[in-house]
């Protein structure tokens, strides 16, 4: 057999290529292959097998893993990708204690960034949107979801939409665009949520058509949208057709998750302060859990989802860098495994399903991303680390040493000296 790449003497081999998503103690349960081998062709992997037996493979270009991990491409589930602007100075009101809902309530926080992604041009969000895509593949990712809410008006929830549909037109990373219009309540509605809702509603049509959105989000939580308001607005979302999220029970337990399971929306997210109840529902239910512990640790916060609950519970959990520039501004999905692991208790085997198949289930690309099987998309991550517990362990440095996107070679470590 011909293949254009041959990635020989792999050390572990993750291929994730269960019938997803992977729950409860199944996500304790990783398949490891050593001394793997795997051959790309084109877009797609054409073969696997043991290094001995890639012998018989004709390859135009061989990469010797020389022992190391190589895993799918990372799946990020939940992003705020494109904003104008950027925050540094709310962090000092963090560190002062001012609370995050108490910066929004002032006209700050979301709607800071709101002013300007209203202010920034097509050219120039869709420059920083690309700017952070580099540097997510960078750390490894294959496949974003992206979400608007720095428009809060029409003209600008659409101009978001339309950078993030071109940024994956022009980027190797597959971008998955979710519409969050219900993010914040702008100033000149601010007694009359159910009116903005309504608004932001009516772009429901052209999103459809014009395809600029799989899903449709809305922030559940105290000062923003009730839990009523929420399902109106979710289930006009679910009658045109679309799939649904929530941003459940972040600061408040408002009961977010349990929405989302009764709503049957593909995830909810957040989930910091989910009651018990929403745990058991969540676990009982085809509702994968995106937890974002990022988020905690960057708003300074005692509050960590409960994901050994969750996860003992039986429910499917993916976790994700929630990249914003307020609650948390990073593109490095490696720091929040470690984050999972330090303060979720989350075990590395658990970890890896969180980030690649799991995450690939949350935004409706289960079975296509986050697994490394024949005939699907070669997305790979060789890693400069010799097993998949290193990753998680040696935190807040970037491992990747070459990364694959759709059998192309997007990334490559540069030795300095
Ligand atoms: N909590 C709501 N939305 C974002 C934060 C957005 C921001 O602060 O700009 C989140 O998921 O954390
Ligand atoms: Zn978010």
Not at 212 to 218: K, N, P, V
Not at 250 to 272: K, M, N, Q, R, Y
Not at 358 to 376: L, S
Not at 408 to 415: L, M, N, T
């Amino acid at each position: 057999m011909e293949v254009d790449i041959l990635i020989t003497n792999i050390g572990q081999l993750l291929p994730m290529d269960k019938k997803g998503p992977v729950k409860g103690a199944d996500m304790g349960e990783l398949t490891v292959w050593n001394d793997a081998a795997v051959g790309i062709k084109g877009e797609q992997v054409v073969w696997i097998g043991s290094s001995k037996e890639a012998k018989i493979l004709k390859a135009s270009q061989t990469i010797d893993a020389n022992g190391k991990l190589v895993t799918p491409g990372l799946v990020e589930p939940h992003t705020h990708l494109v904003f104008g602007g950027s925050r540094e100075e709310e962090m000092a009101l963090k560190q002062q204690g001012v609370p995050y809902l108490d910066i929004l309530k002032q006209g700050g926080g979301i709607l800071s960034t709101v002013t300007a992604t209203q202010e920034a041009s097509q050219e120039d969000l869709l420059e920083k949107a690309l700017f952070h895509l580099d540097r997510m593949a960078m750390h490894g990712i294959t496949t974003v979801e992206a979400k608007s809410g720095y428009g809060l008006n029409h003209e600008t929830e659409l101009k978001q939409l339309r950078v993030a549909k071109e940024a994956g037109k022009q980027h190797p990373i597959d971008i998955v665009s979710t519409f969050l219009g219900a993010h914040a309540i702008p100033t000149n509605y601010k007694e009359e949520p159910e009116a903005f809702l309504d608004y932001m509603s009516e772009l429901f049509d052209v999103i459809k058509q014009e395809n600029l959105a799989e899903f449709i989000d809305i922030f559940t939580e105290t000062g923003v949208f009730s839990v009523v308001q929420s399902r109106r607005y979710l289930l006009k979302a679910k009658e045109k057709g679309f799939g649904l999220k929530i941003h459940a029970d972040e600061i408040d337990p408002l009961g977010g998750t349990e929405l989302a399971v009764e709503l049957g929306a593909i995830s909810g997210d957040h989930l910091a302060v989910t009651s018990d109840e929403g745990i058991q529902k969540l676990a009982n239910s085809n509702t994968i859990g995106v937890i974002l512990p990022g988020t905690s640790f960057y708003l300074g916060k005692d509050d960590y989802a409960r994901a050994r609950e969750m996860i003992d519970a039986g429910a499917a959990i993916a976790i994700s860098t929630d990249f914003n520039p307020g609650s948390s501004v990073t593109e490095n999905l490696q720091l929040i495994m470690s984050i999972a692991a330090l303060k979720l208790k989350m075990s590395p085997e658990e970890i890896w399903h969180a980030v690649t198949i799991n995450a690939a289930h949350a935004i409706g690309r289960g079975g296509e991303a986050g697994m490394i099987a024949i005939g699907k998309k070669a997305d790979i991550v060789l890693w400069d680390a010799p097993n998949y517990k290193y990753i998680p362990y040696h935190y807040g440095v970037n491992h990747t040493n070459t990364v694959i996107k759709s059998g192309e070679i997007i990334y490559e470590r540069q030795a300095i000296r």
